[in-house]
């Protein structure tokens, strides 16, 4: 994770950064844009995706929840 995450735009990259992140498609020059819109952002442009990727870490990511989703998974 960065401060500011360009992501390619896939279904696993969705669900995993969701509005913490930039998505860019495999179409032509759709990078490009991307990253020259983005190094126009100034720093509360991406302390907004900073602030939300870090968040969707803390609360998704921790080791509470992953054996939380285990355990519903496994357990009978």
């Known amino acids: 994770m960065t401060r500011l995450?360009?992501?390619?735009n896939v279904s696993f990259n969705r669900a995993v950064a969701k509005n913490g992140a930039l998505y860019w498609s495999k179409d032509s020059g759709?990078?490009?844009k991307l990253i020259?819109?983005?190094?126009?952002?100034n720093s509360e442009?991406?302390?907004k995706y900073t602030t939300a990727a870090v968040g969707r870490v803390?609360?998704?990511f921790t080791w509470e929840n992953?054996?939380?989703?285990?355990?519903?998974r496994f357990v009978l």
């Open 5 to 8: 995450n360009l992501l390619i």
């Open 30 to 32: 759709d990078l490009e």
């Open 36 to 41: 020259n819109k983005s190094s126009e952002f």
């Open 45 to 47: 442009d991406i302390a």
């Open 58 to 60: 803390e609360s998704e």
């Open 66 to 72: 992953i054996i939380d989703k285990y355990e519903k």
